[in-house]
């Protein structure tokens, strides 16, 4: 078996990039197929339904259900404010001791419900508008969901990530790809940037990159013990802990992406000299991962006008996830975690393993000269295109 297919992380100077911007529930859609988008250009927008306040009107009132269609002062469809008057009792003889019942909630009546005296109340609902995220063009149009946005440029991507969406210029804080990125590393003067170093970063520099106003870290790796008491103190949350599933919503004033791993790792010479070359432009980067099935890999995507290689337009099929001998990889797996590597053998019969399951493997020469034999479950192909 010459060849097999394996999950890979694209690292490319110069690809076609296609981003989904897709509204949570239908909406509208604000530009066209063909339009030219800003990063922060609304693409299109919808409202979140209101959330309904039942409130217990003839029992606030202390009155029977039965009568408090006398009582009332609104109808299904009214626009209440807080403290407008929904129901008002009659009193003694109609005139004295009356009294008021004042609505809690600003919305609009949805229900009133006799048998129980209930009056329903929805709130006002909440604008969501998607933007582009990207600077490109849009491809293609979902009719009433959203849009594909569609550039050319470089793209890295990383193999964990936390922080959503943000966009800045990339500043490069460390000289090469081994030196660790600390609070030493960051001043004033990246505020509102995207800063990239080689290795680890330290503790201190992530609590420093908050204090300055960095949006984006890029880094070959964090010890995972560093990362968690950030988060934990950023997020108060004591207990907190990095789960499986999707990160990229923590309410962070930055996004962490990890180019290599857990520990303190390098960062590949082919990304950090990528990353080099494009110091200065802007940025967009998201550190959303999803490990499990429908995999998201955190990202930085760097929009160029004339990207240095530009994607074949010859109808070629693409190769992508393609590992054959001599494809980069990085392997994911204990007891070489993180370290790099290429192929050199595919067999192609099953192998038993320390776990005495049948598994695929194959042989790689790792960077450091040593040759090993690891299931291909374990390793990540490194995609340089």
Do not use: W
Request: hydrophobic share 45%; net charge negative; proline share 6%.
């Amino acid at each position: 078996m010459g060849t097999a297919y394996t999950p890979g992380l694209k690292v490319s100077a110069g690809t076609t990039i296609e981003r989904l911007r897709r509204l949570p529930l239908k909406g509208r859609v604000l530009v066209e197929v063909g339009q030219t988008v800003a990063p922060d250009t609304v693409v299109a927008s919808t409202e979140l339904p209101g959330i309904l306040q039942t409130v217990k009107l003839a029992e606030r009132m202390g009155i029977e259900p039965t009568d408090l269609a006398g009582a009332l002062r609104v109808q299904v469809g009214d626009t209440l404010r807080v403290g407008d008057v929904m129901a008002e009792s009659k009193g003694l003889f109609g005139r004295f001791f009356r009294s008021e019942f004042k609505s809690p909630v600003a919305g609009v009546v949805e229900f009133i419900t006799p048998k129980t005296g209930h009056v329903g109340v929805r709130q006002a609902p909440t604008p969501v508008t998607k933007d582009a995220y990207i600077r490109g063009v849009i491809s293609k149009v979902i009719p009433e969901e959203g849009v594909v946005v569609t550039c050319q440029g470089a793209l890295v991507q990383g193999i964990f990530g936390v922080g959503g969406e943000r966009q800045g210029e990339i500043a490069l804080v460390t000289k090469g790809p081994e030196e660790p990125l600390t609070e030493a590393s960051l001043s004033s003067a990246h505020a509102g940037k995207i800063v990239v170093g080689g290795s680890t970063v330290s503790a201190g520099a992530l609590h420093k990159a908050a204090a300055l106003g960095v949006i984006g870290i890029v880094c070959g790796g964090v010890v995972d013990r560093d990362l968690m008491d950030y988060l934990a103190l950023a997020l108060n949350q004591p207990d907190f802990d990095i789960g499986v599933a999707i990160t990229g919503h923590e309410p962070i004033p930055f996004t962490l992406v990890l180019t290599e791993g857990f520990g303190t790792i390098a960062m590949a010479q082919r990304t950090f000299s990528l990353l080099r070359s494009l110091e200065g432009k802007v940025a967009a980067i998201n550190g959303a991962t999803q490990i499990r099935a429908g995999v998201i890999r955190p990202e930085i995507i760097v929009p160029l006008d004339n990207p240095s290689a530009a994607p074949s337009a010859d109808g070629e099929p693409s190769s992508e996830g393609q590992l054959s001998l001599g494809s980069p990889i990085r392997v994911i797996r204990e007891p070489y975690f993180g370290l790099l590597g290429s192929v050199t053998a595919l067999p192609p019969e099953l192998v038993q393993v320390e776990s005495e399951t049948m598994v695929r493997v194959l042989e790689a020469q790792l960077a450091d000269g040593r040759r090993v034999t690891v299931p291909r479950a374990n390793v990540e192909l490194i995609e340089v295109v």
